[in-house]
């Protein structure tokens, strides 16, 4: 064969090896995905350590951008930035704190107590009304639970219940024959503790706050003012009343008066040694009476009160044992 018909021999290599990389795009999306994680965690963290005066302030300022100009003031809530936020350092959380000197404080004007709107009067006396029904429905109920207990109906001529301007006013009072307490004492009979227990049960489906006042008769310690008489009694009385509440099922938040108030409330003026003045008054306070507790003493200018020298007061002490 000659050279000239010769063909020439290709040859063809395969090189085996792993399969093609497939670039940088995923740590774009992995950086992406740390930046929005920091980003979340620092809007966390502003989130955590904004007080919610501020918060509030930031909502307003997105509903209303005009207000905080329109109201006046170095900013929102008093705070001249998130960090300030009107206190020592970033551990508190009490809110703006706006510092005044004694001058200043001086000189502010007194807040002035506007009378109520026609619109506000009509509709607390709306809500007045609903809560009397509501609380004349317990009264109902306390009444039925009475009728339908062996262990209470046999006291129902000692539990007085009705309604006052106050609320729910609940008495148990006491008989000649089977008094509530030991004489003299203010330790619990067992009937009165099952009495007592099972009005608290009652009352715990209430939101309402309860008063508790302990009343003696007009018969005094030999002591008399001197030394324990009925106003220690019946303060001692009110607060067994108060424990045995609790132990009945009653949140300690609920009560939010125990008082004694010795003989100076009779239920019977004309008798003030009869027996049914010995009693313990339940009150299910309605709204208005819980507010007129809140408030006293509140407008009571302390720095204008003088100190009065009172002389003792030193009763004609009967020489029989306080009931």
Request: charged share 25%.
């Amino acid at each position: 064969m000659s050279g000239d018909n010769q063909q020439p021999i290709v040859v063809k290599r395969v090189r085996k090896g792993g399969e093609e990389g497939h670039g940088g795009a995923w740590k774009i999306a992995y950086a992406d995905f740390v930046t929005a994680m920091m980003a979340f965690f620092l809007l966390m963290w502003l989130l955590g350590s904004t007080t919610q005066a501020d918060l509030q302030g930031i909502a307003d300022y997105f509903q209303n951008p005009l207000k905080v100009s329109m109201a006046g003031g170095p900013g929102s809530g008093s705070a001249t930035s998130i960090i300030n936020r009107g206190g020592e350092d970033l551990a508190r959380s009490t809110g703006q704190v706006v510092r005044r000197s004694r001058e200043e404080a001086r000189t502010l004007p007194k807040t002035q107590v506007m009378p109520p709107p026609a619109a506000d009067k009509a509709a607390r006396e709306q809500m007045e009304r609903e809560e009397r029904l509501r609380l004349g429905e317990v009264k109902a109920h306390l009444e039925a639970m009475i009728e339908a207990s062996p262990d209470l109906r046999q006291f129902k001529q000692q539990l007085l219940l009705d309604l006052t301007s106050e609320g729910l006013r609940i008495q148990i009072v006491d008989d000649q024959n089977r008094p509530m307490f030991d004489i003299g004492s203010d330790r619990m009979k067992p009937y009165t503790r099952t009495i007592v227990r099972a009005i608290g049960q009652v009352l715990n489906g209430l939101e309402n706050k309860v008063s508790i006042s302990g009343h003696t008769d007009a018969a005094q310690y030999a002591g008399g003012a001197a030394g324990f008489s009925n106003w220690e009694l019946s303060a001692n009385r009110a607060n067994a009343s108060r424990r045995e509440l609790v132990a009945g099922g009653i949140e300690e938040r609920k009560i939010m008066r125990v008082v004694g108030l010795a003989s100076t409330i009779p239920l019977d003026v004309t008798d003030p040694f009869n027996p049914i003045n010995r009693r313990i008054t339940l009150i299910v306070m309605n709204k208005r009476t819980e507010e007129a507790v809140l408030n006293e003493g509140k407008d009571l200018d302390v720095s204008s009160e003088q100190p009065v020298d009172a002389e003792p007061i030193v009763d004609g002490a009967r020489r029989l044992p306080g009931r």
